[in-house]
């Protein structure tokens, strides 16, 4: 890792702040003051490039933590400290430049935190940001320039202690508060009223950005060098992956299971020597000579054991790598995986058929496999997941006698059979017609022509929330000698009908029959008739 540098882009923009600010003691015009914000703009672009390249540089540290985690542990602990002080200072600069904005501006802080620089309407207003930077006092000894100073101070002060002293002076730490610092006139002047007093609101924000510039340059050095510290004679690596790999941890019986082991950092040009042993936790380095040594290509190291019996496995061993300065370290690893026959079910949950033009809902599982690693298949019909119910629904078309689900797994990133179900297909079976609750027997006038209608009422061990529609049906009265026939064209009783029936005397019969009604795959179907005794 090489040490932080300030880029042409980073020194150009500091060159532009200082003619700015000269500019700006002389008041010119609108155009300068426009300026700061291309400057504070550019300057917040290259606090989240160093962000960023932190970001990276931390990874790298993590990764050689990981390696060797007792000599790097002292190096590692202090920086994260580094990056947690770090960001609690650049937290507050940042708070800091929303609250002025939001005093000056006259908004909400939330509406401070996402207006663009551009729109800020008092750019040029530097009484309300000079009282909030220094309060009332000349020196700034009661305003937030002060606090700031002393938290940069402590910052600065912290950030040293974590430097190894014959390293300072390669260490470019920056944000020193020590003067002397001289206004125009040559007159000296504090540290806060050097940056503070008198500046307008944009300006305000670019010292702000850039201070939070140098943190970030600090914690770049400061993280630099305790990396360096870690010393030359660390195993050295190229690649880092996980400790251990297994393609799953769920076998079936007369598979493979598989895995990859390595040592969360290693060098692909060197092959460790690999010692396991199975059925055990803990592989002791004093038991080496009874475990397996491993033959395996530079880098990664690759296991795989049959499943020649059900149950839960264990399995355990070391990785022994030699750094550069050969110095051996030991690293120790250990896992476990399960055997077991195929084993699934298939169930439909409402019947033990499919019935045609009504949705099936069928449950689906297998021992020990996420149900994502589950792909059913159905020989007539369609089958599909329902993320709702977490069932599969099954629908089957005319002409289907019967249906077989079909269940294969995805096991090592390959799809194997596990196996398949039969069912029958069945038309939907015919509803019983009613009115007034009734199909036969003796009922009140007053009731029929309360109900109104007729109803398709299905049987009761028929478990799918479907009734049939009826299309229409024949009324049919006899009087005398004479038989009358009235037509309805849908489920209810026509004007007509209710005359009809309020004219019925007691121990008349009445007929509806002719009952058409309307499958759920559109098939005409005739009902019984309804036989029916006034009383």
């Not at 962000?51 to 993590?62: P, R």
């Not at 190894?164 to 000296?188: Q, R, S």
């Not at 040592?263 to 692909?268: C, I, L, N, P, S």
């Not at 010692?275 to 491993?294: H, K, N, R, W």
């Amino acid at each position: 890792m090489a040490g932080y540098k300030e880029t042409p882009r980073q020194k150009m923009i500091a060159m532009m702040y200082l003619v700015l600010t000269a500019l700006l003691a002389l008041n010119v015009s609108k155009d300068v003051i426009n300026a700061f914000v291309i400057v504070s703009n550019s300057i917040k672009k290259s606090n989240e490039n160093l962000a960023k390249k932190l970001q990276d540089t931390y990874s790298g540290f993590e990764r050689n933590y990981l390696l060797n985690q007792v000599k790097v542990k002292p190096f590692w602990d202090k920086a994260k400290e580094a990056k947690l002080i770090s960001a609690e200072l650049v937290k507050y600069l940042e708070n800091i430049k929303y609250e002025v904005i939001s005093e000056t501006e006259n908004i909400p802080l939330d509406s401070a935190k996402v207006i663009a620089l551009i729109e800020i309407e008092n750019k040029e207003n530097n009484t309300i940001p000079t009282n909030y930077f220094l309060g009332v006092s000349g020196d700034g000894s009661d305003g937030v320039a002060r606090v700031l100073k002393e938290k940069i101070n402590n910052y600065r002060e912290i950030l040293i202690e974590f430097v190894d002293p014959k390293d300072l002076d390669d260490v470019n730490l920056g944000l020193t508060t020590i003067g002397p610092y001289y206004d125009a006139d040559g007159k000296e002047l504090d540290w806060e009223t050097y940056y503070f007093y008198n500046t307008i609101l944009v300006a305000d924000i670019a010292i702000l950005n850039k201070f939070i510039l140098d943190v970030y340059n600090a914690e770049y050095e400061v993280v630099t060098s305790l990396y360096k510290s870690i010393g030359k004679g660390d195993f050295k690596f190229d690649k880092i992956e996980a400790k251990v790999l297994p393609k799953s941890n769920f076998v079936f019986l007369g598979d493979y299971y598989e895995v990859e082991i390595i040592v969360a950092a290693y060098d692909t040009c060197q092959s460790p020597e690999v010692y396991f042993m199975e059925g055990i936790s803990y592989l002791p380095v004093t038991d080496y000579t009874q475990a397996q040594l491993l033959d395996n290509k530079p880098g990664k190291i690759k296991m795989k054991f049959p499943a020649m019996s059900e149950g839960l496995k264990r399995y355990a061993g070391f990785v022994r790598a030699r750094s550069s300065d050969g110095t051996v370290n030991d690293y120790h690893f250990n896992s476990e995986y399960f055997v077991t026959k195929p084993s699934f079910t298939i169930s439909a949950k409402k019947m033990n058929v499919f019935y045609i033009g009504v949705p099936n809902p069928v449950s689906i599982s297998n021992f020990g496999i996420p149900s994502e690693y589950l792909r059913p298949a159905i020989s007539c019909g369609t089958i599909g997941y329902d993320y709702y119910s977490k069932d599969y629904i099954v629908n089957v078309p005319h002409g289907c006698n019967e249906a077989i689900i079909t269940i294969s797994a995805n096991i090592n990133g390959e799809y194997k059979q596990l196996g398949s179900k039969r069912f029958r297909v069945k038309r939907i079976p015919v509803p019983v017609a009613t009115i007034a609750g009734k199909n036969s027997g003796v009922v009140k006038r007053e009731l029929l022509i309360v109900a109104g209608a007729l109803s398709p009422q299905m049987p009761e061990d028929f478990d799918f929330d479907h009734s049939f529609v009826i299309s229409s049906f024949t009324m049919t009265i006899q009087r005398g000698f004479k038989v009358y026939n009235y037509d309805s064209k849908n489920s209810y009783l026509t004007n007509e009908m209710i005359e009809q029936i309020k004219r019925t005397n007691r121990g008349q019969n009445i007929v509806f029959e002719n009952i058409i009604v309307l499958d759920p795959s559109g098939f005409r179907r005739t009902l019984s008739a309804i036989v029916l005794t006034i009383n």
